[in-house]
């Protein structure tokens, strides 16, 4: 069964930093993408990157959003995926789900974590 | 502004059907393959439809998805309280080289 754990979510102030982790099992970790997804409250889905699957180089894609300030990294080792949050601002505010991307013809959003609340606040 | 759009909610009495249509352009979904989520109150999202019209193993087949040139439409039959949800939208948008998601709608039987 694939599980994953999102952890490191919290109050940060603005212009500060924070790393959320993805604890994953039950799948091959090493060779698949993962994907981040937040939800501001009471909004929509945004999607935030993706890390590619082994195969394809694990080459990273980011929002406009958050390119530059966000980063994307797995440690296969420990089967955790980050997501380093630079210079926050306070619309970065929201839950943050790590996902497992799956595939059949093209990409989808396979298995969600439940979320970690990111609140940027002063 | 959300990239997709999607009505903001539909609604039906239970045992009927509905329609969520995912309005996009040639560059998102006249090219690339549309995916469905559904997210119940307080839970995580969840995929029901993947390549536009296929379904994960434990999805019943009261969901399904269609797409026809720049739109996409789920489709849910034999309506039930437990589908009172947020259903939405994703795919790749290659003029942008990002995923975008339509802005959601909210699902109300009555």
């Known amino acids: 069964e694939v599980q994953l754990m999102e952890s490191g979510g919290g109050l940060v102030q603005p212009g500060r930093s924070l790393r959320l982790s993805c604890t994953a099992s039950?799948?091959?970790?090493?060779?698949?993408?993962m994907s981040w997804v937040r939800q501001a409250p009471g909004k929509g889905l945004e999607w935030v990157g993706s890390i590619k699957k082994k195969v394809h180089g694990g080459a990273t894609e980011y929002a406009a959003s958050v390119e530059g300030r966000f980063t994307i990294s797995k440690d296969v080792s420990k089967a955790i995926a980050y997501l380093q949050m630079n210079s926050l601002e306070t619309e970065d505010t929201g839950m943050y789900y790590c996902?497992?991307?799956?595939?059949?013809?093209?990409?989808?959003?396979?298995?969600w974590g439940q979320g970690t609340l990111v609140t940027v606040s002063s | 502004q959300s990239v997709l759009t999607q009505p903001p909610s539909v609604s039906a009495a239970p045992g009927q059907m509905v329609t969520i249509s995912c309005s996009g352009s040639?560059?998102?979904?006249?090219?690339?393959?549309v995916s469905w989520y559904q997210q119940l109150p307080g839970a995580a999202p969840k995929v029901l439809i993947y390549?536009?019209?296929m379904r994960p193993s434990g999805i019943p087949d009261r969901f399904s998805g269609s797409k026809s040139g720049t739109s996409a439409t789920l489709g849910i039959t034999g309506l039930q309280t437990g589908d009172e949800a947020d259903y939405y939208c994703?795919?790749?948008?290659?003029?942008?080289?990002?995923?975008?998601f339509g802005g959601g709608t909210k699902v109300t039987v009555l």
């Open positions: 039950g799948f091959n970790f090493g060779d698949d993408a």
């Open positions: 994703a795919t790749w948008d290659s003029s942008l080289s990002v995923v975008v």
């Open positions: 040639g560059s998102n979904i006249g090219k690339n393959y």
């Open positions: 996902i497992r991307v799956g595939y059949g013809s093209s990409w989808y959003f396979d298995n």
């Open positions: 390549d536009s019209t």
